[in-house]
C-alpha cells in the first residue's frame, strides 16, 4: 500500500474526521483542482473581481483579510456568495503567534471576526500547544481547520530542521483540529496523512527582491504539496481575463503534477 499522500484525494478523506479538511478533499476532487490563489490585493472591489476571475478554477482562495483599506461586512457576505457560486473554500491567512487567550479573541473577535468566515486558519508553533488549544476551543465547534507553519518559502528561515520536527508533533498532538501544514515538502512519517500547502510557488520567476523564492507547481507537487499556493503568478496580471487565463493555467499544471505523482507511486 502507497503512502496515504501517494493515493487519490478521493481515498484520502477516510483519513479525516475534520469537516474543513474533508470538505477541501472533496472539492479538489470534484472540481480537479489543487489550486489556491492567494489574493493579496487591498481594495474590496480588486478582492472580489480576482476572485470573480478565478473561483471556477480553484479550490481554495486565501485572503489576508488586514490588507484590504475598504473591509467591511459586505465583502464577507459577497465572498460567501462567489464561494458558492464557484464552489471553493476559504483560507484566512492571518498566521497567529501569540499565547492562548490573545489569539481567542484575535480569531473570534475584532472587526475581521475570522472564525466566523475562514475555513481554514494558520498558526505560528513558536508559542507552544496553548496557540493551538486557544484557536482550536473557537474554531472545532466552527468546524473549522488549523494548518501549522513548519516551514516557509523565504530565504533565511528560521523554521528549519529541530523545529519543524517539533512542529509535526504538535500537530499530531491536535489531530481533530490541526489538518497539516504550510511547508515545502511532505512531512510526517510515511503511514500519516498530513495536508501540505505549499506557498511560494510560479511559473518563469526564481523568487522576488524581498526573500520570496519560488519552485513550480510541477516541483513542489513532486515533493509532496497536496495544495499549492500561488499569488502573484496569478493576480499579478493585467486585466480580469488574463487572471482567469493564468488560473486555469496554473491549475491544469498543479493537476498534471499530482496524476504525474500518482502515476509514479504505482509504477
Ligand atoms: O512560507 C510562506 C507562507 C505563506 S502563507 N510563504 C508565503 O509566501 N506565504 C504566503 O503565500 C504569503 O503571505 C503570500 O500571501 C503568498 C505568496 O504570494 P506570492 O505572490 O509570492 O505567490
Redesign the pocket.
Known amino acids: 500500500m502507497p503512502a496515504p499522500y501517494l493515493q487519490s484525494y478521493e481515498s484520502r478523506l477516510a483519513n479525516y474526521n475534520n469537516p474543513a479538511a474533508r470538505a477541501l478533499l472533496e472539492c479538489i476532487a470534484r472540481k480537479q483542482s489543487n489550486l489556491c490563489v492567494?489574493v493579496?490585493v487591498s481594495t474590496k472591489a480588486k478582492v472580489l473581481e480576482v476572485v470573480d476571475a478565478v473561483g471556477p478554477s480553484v479550490c481554495l482562495i486565501?485572503t489576508?483579510i488586514d490588507i484590504v483599506e475598504d473591509f467591511d461586512a459586505d465583502l464577507l457576505d459577497q465572498l460567501e456568495q462567489l464561494s458558492k457560486k464557484h464552489d471553493f473554500l476559504i483560507f484566512e491567512?492571518r498566521?497567529f503567534a501569540d499565547i492562548g487567550n490573545t489569539v481567542v479573541l484575535q480569531y473570534s473577535k475584532g472587526v475581521h471576526q475570522i472564525a466566523s468566515w475562514s475555513h481554514f486558519t494558520?498558526a505560528h508553533s513558536v508559542p507552544g500547544p496553548g496557540i493551538i488549544a486557544g484557536l482550536a476551543s473557537v474554531g472545532l465547534p466552527l468546524g473549522r481547520g488549523l494548518l501549522l507553519?513548519a516551514?516557509?518559502?523565504?530565504e533565511g528561515?528560521l523554521?528549519k530542521g529541530e523545529y519543524t520536527e517539533a512542529t509535526v508533533q504538535m500537530a499530531r498532538e491536535s489531530r481533530g483540529f490541526v489538518v497539516g501544514f504550510?511547508a515545502?515538502q511532505r512531512l510526517g512519517r510515511a503511514d500519516e496523512d498530513f495536508l501540505i500547502?505549499t506557498?511560494?510557488?510560479?511559473l518563469g520567476s526564481a523568487g522576488?527582491s524581498l526573500g520570496?523564492q519560488?519552485n513550480t507547481p510541477a516541483a513542489v507537487v513532486g515533493k509532496g504539496a497536496d495544495v499549492i499556493?500561488?499569488?502573484?503568478?496569478?493576480?499579478?496580471k493585467a486585466g480580469k481575463e488574463a487572471v482567469r487565463e493564468e488560473a486555469e493555467r496554473y491549475k491544469k499544471e498543479g493537476w498534471a503534477a499530482y496524476e504525474q505523482r500518482m502515476k509514479a507511486a504505482q509504477a
Open positions: 492567494s493579496d486565501k489576508h491567512d498566521k494558520n507553519l516551514e516557509m518559502s523565504s528561515t523554521a504550510i515545502q500547502l506557498p511560494g510557488v510560479q522576488d520570496q519560488y499556493i500561488v499569488g502573484r503568478g496569478v493576480y499579478g
